[in-house]
């Protein structure tokens, strides 16, 4: 049982690059979020997903746009990366109305 | 709006020290949810505890305990006998929603434990 993993760990960007971040969980959830983490700031929910083809936006929605074809996957997308999207960005899972379960983050540098 | 407000922003205690990490929150829902998380130094996110704001009883698991006031809005979180391997940073949590797409996070407390 791997949880959440996401792909890739390590990712640098210059500015005007595209991108995918790649979000896959094996615990059957329903709902999966997209965060970003910046210092002092804690973490705010870019978009989420309470179901398969849904996606909804979250307080930071701008710039990023997401997509839930499969249950277990939620991928992340920057379509023209900006210096301000430079952040370590987390995604998480959660069973309805219980607590999220986060993967390991993926620092991204856009340059 | 709902905020969540970790004032401490970095802590450092002697191992075997008793430690409190602060959080208040605000919201206008009278139903809602309070985390706490941990961050170690790996960098994941490890989910230590949810509370209904129905449930006002205080939490103990292990070393740990949860103080959870509505009077003050209020979740503090206490560690007994502080470990070095309780180094990181914690961070405090609201949601209104059952399927928490309204999560707020506090900015996060750094905890350092000294040998």
């Known amino acids: 049982n791997a949880g959440v993993t996401q792909t890739p760990k390590f990712r640098v960007l210059k500015t005007g690059q595209s991108m995918t971040l790649l979000c896959a969980q094996d615990?059957?959830?329903?709902?999966m979020y997209w965060y970003r983490q910046d210092p002092g700031m804690g973490l705010r929910l870019i978009h989420y997903?309470?179901?398969?083809?849904?996606?909804a936006k979250g307080e930071v929605p701008d710039g990023y746009n997401v997509s839930r074809l499969k249950k277990q996957n939620f991928l992340l997308g920057l379509e023209s990366a900006a210096p301000s999207q430079t952040s370590v960005y987390f995604c998480?899972?959660?069973?309805?109305?219980?607590?999220?379960?986060f993967g390991p983050g993926t620092r991204l540098t856009v340059t | 709006a709902q905020k969540v407000t970790q004032a401490q922003t970095e802590i450092s205690v002697v191992e075997k020290e008793d430690v409190t990490l602060d959080c208040v929150y605000e919201t206008r829902d009278t139903t809602y949810y309070l985390f706490w998380y941990k961050q170690p130094p790996s960098g994941e996110l490890v989910f230590l505890i949810r509370r209904n704001s129905f449930d006002e009883q205080n939490e103990i698991s292990g070393r740990y305990s949860w103080n959870f006031q509505k009077s003050t809005s209020s979740f503090n979180f206490t560690i007994t006998a502080s470990q070095v391997v309780d180094s990181a940073v914690y961070f405090c949590?609201?949601?209104?929603?059952?399927?928490?797409?309204?999560?707020?996070f506090g900015a996060g407390t750094r905890l350092t434990v000294k040998p």
């Open positions: 998480a899972s959660s069973a309805q109305g219980y607590e999220q379960y």
């Open positions: 997903s309470v179901g398969e083809g849904t996606t």
């Open positions: 615990m059957n959830h329903e709902y």
């Open positions: 949590a609201l949601s209104a929603s059952y399927n928490n797409n309204d999560m707020r």
